[in-house]
């Protein structure tokens, strides 16, 4: 009689299948650690890996090929769409989508190269190779076990019977009560159908909304400059979130300072973004309408569309339509569209000091240079000017020195070695964005008080407007969609109305929103209209003539540039 031999093999091949089954699903399965693009284990189901298994159970006889050749690939895929699909809102606060963000790749590889270190470039490309071909492999090697098992038919059935129950439960869920996984399939799928409805044949337009009457009287403004500013980045986080809101405090209250000395009114309200954490175009364009614009089907309709635009009413009442883009590097073809008289991007600023972050150019000199450029131009119209802020877009530094002496901001000498230095090493920090955010409106705020303080003899009205929130790594997880808006202008029917309107006076804006974004449109250009009241018309007859002595005696002021 003979002693049966231990075979190690047979008994291990049991533990092994069990680590590659768990390690297959925890690949489908893992979740985010807001707000960073780390990831942790999540208790959860992949009912792909349970369609997978089913496969090779079904197919045993082609599974060791399955599981060598076609399978590692489809793997690595699924384990990138997830990733995707559950870093992508802990980061921005939105989904990524395939067919509107991947356009803009393009761009943003270029600013990498020119703003980041080459080493870096190639250390990250290094890693996520490296990171590909870990999770190539070992899907190859746990793939490889699931098909080394269904070779035995005892451990077929098992499997086979095991993968189809779990199938037929995700599909019978919430009643089954599993704790499945979003299946990466869907998060394809979405992105599928997004594509083919873009560029597919037989595509539709969306529906767009009605445009307002832009051509609506602007009587009340008397000829007075209008500069609409997208402060990039600024959501109602900065007022919702008491740690924010405190930081923010003395900046905000010396932008109040700066409008109170300067004679003029500052009125506030939120409103609601089409859009969070990024696409500020979408803002942009839904404001600049008046049509809400929520995602880039609609804004490539729109823009095909031929609608009308604010900077080109303001034209035909007479102003000067111009914009100022110190973030804009390359064409932007879509500028035609919006009718503008001028368009300032990069080269047209020429700012020759430090580079401030991928943007470079510090907002202060943008709104320096737009005055040497346009505002200070002796016996000229009125200007309407859009300006989106870059300083404060993520990631939000370094942030150039405040310049106290705006005669200066123009100049080589401008800022002082020592505090570009300190600034300069401030970076952000990527896995904690808050203090660079801060760092960031802070600035934009003392920036925006002491252009009022400049300004505090000239006809002028400023809208201050936020893009959307942050980023959700900044702004934290269910974040509305509101932003702040702040219409600084001398005290009158413009500031009453806009009061009437649900505005509150001051810096401090109050939920719930007013309106959505686009609904703002009518809402300023109401209070823009003229007084129809016979005290009205005469406040209405003094103020005009002010702004018309104040605008006849304008001359290029050399001691503010």
Not at 17 to 40: D, E, H
Not at 148 to 172: E, K, P, Y
Request: aromatic share 10%.
């Amino acid at each position: 009689m003979t002693t049966p031999r231990f075979d190690l093999r047979s008994w291990l091949r049991w533990p092994a299948l069990a680590a590659a089954l768990v390690a297959l699903n925890a690949s489908l399965t893992f979740a985010n650690v807001w707000p960073t693009p780390k990831i942790r284990w999540d208790n959860a189901l992949s009912v792909e890996l349970a369609a997978v298994v089913l496969l090779l159970a079904v197919a045993h006889r082609h599974a060791r090929r399955l599981a060598r050749v076609a399978l590692p690939a489809v793997w690595v895929i699924l384990v990138a769409g997830h990733y995707l699909d559950v870093t992508a809102p802990g980061l921005y606060g939105r989904d990524f989508n395939l067919y509107w963000d991947s356009q803009h790749l393009g761009n943003v590889t270029a600013m990498l190269a020119r703003d980041v270190p080459l080493w870096l470039i190639a250390t990250a490309a290094t890693a996520l190779f490296t990171v590909l071909a870990v999770v190539w492999f070992g899907a190859r090697v746990a793939l490889g076990q699931v098909a080394a098992a269904v070779a035995d038919r005892r451990a077929r059935v098992v499997l086979g019977t095991s993968a189809l129950l779990l199938v037929v439960a995700f599909a019978a869920a919430p009643a089954a009560g599993l704790p499945f996984s979003a299946p990466v399939t869907h998060a394809y799928a979405r992105q599928a159908r997004f594509v083919l409805a873009m560029a597919g044949p037989g595509q539709a337009a969306p529906a767009l909304g009605t445009s307002p009457d832009l051509d609506a009287p602007i009587d009340g403004l008397h000829g007075a400059d209008v500069l609409v500013i997208f402060v990039e980045a600024y959501g109602a986080v900065t007022y919702d979130n008491p740690a924010f809101a405190d930081a923010l405090a003395p900046s905000r209250d010396a932008l109040a300072g700066a409008a109170r000395e300067a004679g003029r009114s500052v009125v506030s309200a939120f409103v609601e973004s089409p859009t969070f954490g990024a696409s500020s175009w979408l803002a942009h364009l839904t404001l600049l309408t008046g049509v809400e614009v929520r995602d880039q089907y609609a804004y490539v309709a729109l823009m095909a569309s031929g609608r009308d635009t604010l900077p080109r009413a303001f034209r035909r009442h007479g102003y000067r339509s111009v914009a100022l883009m110190p973030g804009m590097r390359q064409a932007w073809p879509e500028g035609a569209f919006y009718g503008f008289n001028e368009i300032y991007g990069r080269e047209g600023l020429t700012y020759a000091g430090p580079s401030f972050g991928w943007w470079s150019i510090p907002d202060q000199f943008a709104l320096a240079r737009l005055d040497a450029l346009e505002l200070a131009r002796a016996h000229r119209t009125p200007r309407f000017v859009v300006f989106p802020t870059s300083t404060t877009h993520a990631p939000f530094g370094p942030v150039a020195p405040y310049v106290d002496d705006w005669s200066t901001v123009l100049t080589p000498s401008a800022f002082d070695p020592g505090e570009v230095s300190r600034a300069m090493a401030l970076t952000p920090d990527l896995t904690n964005l808050a203090p660079a955010y801060l760092r960031a409106m802070s600035y934009e705020f003392r920036t925006f008080a002491g252009y009022v303080r400049e300004h505090a003899g000239d006809p002028m009205v400023v809208v201050l407007v936020g893009d959307h929130q942050p980023v959700a790594a900044v702004s934290g997880p269910g974040a509305s969609h509101e932003v702040p808006v702040h219409v600084i202008a001398s005290p009158g029917p413009v500031v009453d109305r806009l009061v009437a309107a649900g505005f509150r006076p001051g810096m401090g804006p109050q939920h719930p929103p007013v309106s959505p974004l686009h609904g703002l449109v009518p809402t300023l250009l109401h209070a823009f209209a003229a007084d129809s009241g016979d005290d009205g018309a005469a406040a209405a007859d003094d103020g005009a003539g002010a702004a018309d002595v104040a605008r006849a005696s304008r001359q290029p002021q050399t001691h503010r540039r």
